[in-house]
């Protein structure tokens, strides 16, 4: 077998999958506050332009995130998920 062949076989297409459920069951466990608050920012910084510095990118994302948690603790992997996605909020075109 050749692991550099174009053509995915049965096994690429398992670990495939496999991931994608990995990463669909990880998303589906951050709560729905957190997807709204991570939204919201995307659209603000958006809203702004796609110029930004660094500095109100994250007072945006700080803003939101803060909202969203409140006093509650945020660990890395859940700032990490909520920059995700309101950076592919801020990428997408406004519907």
Do not use: C, W
């Not at 110029?51 to 859940?78: C, F, I």
């Amino acid at each position: 077998m050749n692991p550099f062949s174009n053509k995915p076989d049965k096994v690429t297409n398992d670990i495939a999958d496999i991931l994608n459920k990995h990463q669909q069951d990880k998303f589906d466990s951050i709560p729905d506050s957190l997807k709204n608050a991570a939204k919201a920012a995307g659209d603000e910084l958006r809203g702004m332009g796609n110029q930004q510095p660094l500095e109100t990118r994250t007072s945006v994302y700080n803003k939101h995130l803060s909202k969203a948690v409140g006093d509650g603790t945020v660990t890395p992997d859940t700032r990490q998920s909520f920059e995700t996605m309101a950076d592919q909020e801020f990428n997408s075109s406004p519907e």
